[in-house]
């Protein structure tokens, strides 16, 4: 570690001190680290859709931090409940007690999800989201006599965070080879996406909705009897934007209730507003028995996560002696009275500028501006869905990933614009603020980049 010497008040000697700006001592989580120390890509401060450097310049934010600034950096209304509730109660325990605002939230929350989806549990990201939801499921089949059900399924090309149980019913293959055997008793199914048939489509592709009869025959070899949940993302986000084909989700749905398969949506990305919906459920006209989310609903401001499960799973667990605990799952964070503050006041702002509804207006325009670049030397395919779209370029030879990772770089340094890759595809998921004219902007610098890096 890159120390300097320096004199503690009050020692009398010289003791290692780490310089406050050196580099070395963080970790950092999916980032190449020692590309990022020998050029880093440092922002200080943030406002409505633009993150500055410390020397001052603009960063087009077109990543919306990390998917979850979705209506936008440092909106004065979230600071403030942040800043009230911290001059209030510091913390406030949720194991067998409990503060007003997670039960505020608790009922906004419910009263956005689709369906008799109506109580929420909460805790602080979207990877423990998905294994408390894996968890639910595991344990409603063991309370309403169905032990035998402990398979889980998930799909190729899917991320549900980097907990034991979200990495095991992923579909990312580098988030898995490094770390051995995760969960048993999990299979997958395959990946929506078929470039040969669904490039360059605007939403939904029309075709697709047949790769969910694959679940058919999962479940002819495992036996329904052995199958507690399967887990999906309504669009993979992190994957490179893959829309549902039309006709998919529901698809889905039928063959679990057929099952009694439980239907997890994993949406800590398409969850407020991203896809012009509270939830992507309400967009496709599917109810899932869980809903995962995280991300936008604090804007990011305060890490929070939560799963919302239909009320008979619920009712499911409420047997037996009142004066005993029913699920024995819990974090020391869960509903934690700053998130619930930031929470409260971001649904406070989603509904007060129509930002669901306005991703919704914007959608078109959004995706024509991306279609635009479709000419652009070794784009190989665009997809858009909302306010979300994804650009695969051409890879190096036998250096996958190079390019995109230098389109990044670039356009940090030199183009002013922040947004995320996948591989070899460049995403773009801007908060739902962005204008038609900051659309444009940040197509043009998309565009200039495949170009600087063909």
Not at 25 to 52: C, E, G, I
Not at 239 to 267: M, N, Q, S
Request: hydrophobic share 40%.
């Amino acid at each position: 570690m890159t120390l300097e010497q320096a004199t503690a008040p009050g020692t009398g000697g010289a003791t290692p001190v780490a310089v406050p700006n050196d580099l070395e001592s963080f970790w950092m989580p999916f980032t190449a680290n020692r590309a990022f120390k020998a050029r880093p890509r440092l922002v200080s401060r943030a406002q409505d859709m633009h993150y500055y450097t410390p020397d001052g310049r603009a960063i087009l934010d077109g990543c919306a931090g990390l998917w979850c600034v979705n209506p936008g950096h440092n909106r004065p209304s979230i600071v403030e409940a942040i800043r009230a509730s911290a001059a209030e109660m510091d913390y406030g325990p949720t194991f067998q007690y409990g503060h007003p605002a997670a039960f505020q939230l608790a009922s906004r929350i419910a009263a956005l999800a689709p369906g008799d989806l109506d109580h929420v549990f909460f805790c602080n990201s979207g990877s423990e989201a998905v294994d408390t939801a894996l968890k639910i499921a595991l344990a409603y089949h063991n309370v309403t006599g169905n032990a035998g059900r402990t398979r889980l399924i998930g799909r190729e090309r899917a991320y549900h965070g980097v907990g034991f149980g979200g990495i095991s019913v992923g579909g990312i293959v580098t988030n898995r080879r490094t770390f051995g055997t995760l969960l048993t008793g999990v299979d997958h199914l395959p990946t929506t996406y078929d470039r040969a048939h669904q490039a360059f489509t605007k939403g939904e592709p029309d075709y697709g909705a047949h790769f969910a009869d694959e679940l058919e025959r999962i479940v002819a070899l495992h036996d329904p009897s052995t199958i507690a949940a399967v887990i999906v993302e309504p669009m993979a986000g992190s994957t490179g934007v893959l829309p549902p084909p039309k006709g998919y989700l529901k698809k889905l749905r039928e063959i679990c209730d057929k099952h009694a398969i439980l239907l997890i949506f994993d949406e800590v990305i398409t969850g407020y507003g991203r896809l012009g919906h509270a939830f992507a459920a309400e967009r496709y006209g599917v109810v899932p028995d869980i809903i995962t989310f995280a991300k936008g609903v604090t804007a990011g401001a305060v890490p929070m996560g939560g799963a919302i499960v239909r009320k008979g799973i619920y009712e499911a667990f409420m047997k037996g002696p009142e004066h005993v605990i029913e699920l024995f799952h819990g974090y020391t964070y869960s509903a934690h009275p700053l998130a619930c503050a930031a929470g409260l006041a971001t649904l406070d702002l989603y509904a007060a500028e129509g930002l669901f509804e306005r991703a919704r207006a914007l959608e078109p325009m959004f995706a024509d501006a991306a279609m635009a670049l479709r000419d652009k030397p070794g784009v190989l395919d665009i997809r858009t869905v909302g306010l979300t779209a994804a650009f695969d370029i051409a890879p190096r030879e036998g250096k996958p990933g190079l390019r995109a990772f230098e389109a990044l770089e670039r356009g940090f340094h030199e183009e002013g614009v922040m947004f995320r890759t996948s591989g070899d595809a460049l995403v773009v998921t801007p908060p739902l603020i962005i204008s038609e004219a900051q659309v444009g902007e940040l197509m043009e610098k998309i565009g200039r980049l495949i170009e600087k890096t063909q």
